[in-house]
T-cell receptor, first 113, second 114 residues
């Protein structure tokens, strides 16, 4: 089984709809992250959480919110989706001692029409 | 502020050629960590290597090698005798601690033609 899972893997929605992307991990890591990937821009950090009671904004948090329901779960919400939020979204996890940086989920491809 | 620049947007080579992907970084931290990730056409991100700022030894892993030079703030990645399966987008990234938030470069798309 995958260590970091994301649901859904693909989603098409309409402008103005509320969308939630979910991330679960079995690695036991405290730290979790949400990134979005746009062509030519690499990955940009949206939000991150160092433990259940800690939530921090990243580079591009406007239009997004998150919820850390448990150590293993970190959800990303788009309260009112807009077309320029069409992107590939990655969840990642890590611990300070992780030699390989962050472990990434398989990604969620979101299209906002 | 931290910044990672991958100036090469796309590179195309013919199989068996050697290719170097450039990565230049900026940071005010005296201790930091550099990473390379591979993103094949299937979309997942695959960890390749982590390098600490206090360890400037170059590393070789099979056909892959990495050249870390603090003097020029560069962490370049070379693939020797490239293969079609090396076709992917490669990202360089920087963080202040191994499990900390990371700053990614824009990526270099490598196409290896048969």
């Amino acid at each position: 089984d995958a260590d970091v899972t994301q649901t859904p893997r693909n989603r098409i929605t309409k402008t103005g709809k509320r969308i939630m992307l979910e991330c679960s991990q079995t690695k036991g890591h405290d730290r979790m992250y949400w990134y979005r990937q746009d062509p030519g821009l690499g990955l940009q950090l949206i939000y991150y959480s160092f433990d259940v009671k800690d939530i921090n904004k990243g580079e591009i948090s406007d239009g997004y919110s998150v919820s850390r329901q448990a150590q293993a779960k970190f959800s990303l919400s788009l309260e009112s989706a807009i077309p320029n939020q069409t992107a590939l979204y990655f969840c990642a996890t890590s611990d300070l001692g992780t030699r390989s940086g962050q472990f990434f989920g398989p990604g969620t491809r979101l299209t906002v029409l | 502020a931290q910044k990672v620049t991958q100036a090469q947007t796309e590179i195309s080579v013919v199989e068996k050629e050697d290719v170097t992907l450039d990565c230049v970084y900026e940071t005010r931290d005296t201790t930091y960590y550099l990473f390379w990730y591979k993103q094949p056409p299937s979309g997942e991100l695959v960890f390749l290597i982590r390098r600490n700022s206090f360890d400037e030894q170059n590393e070789i892993s099979g056909r892959y090698s990495w050249n870390f030079q603090k003097s020029t703030s560069s962490f370049n990645f070379t693939i020797t005798a490239s293969q079609v399966v090396d076709s992917a987008v490669y990202f360089c990234a920087l963080s202040e601690a191994p499990g900390s938030d990371m700053r990614f470069g824009a990526g270099t798309r490598l196409t290896v033609k048969p």
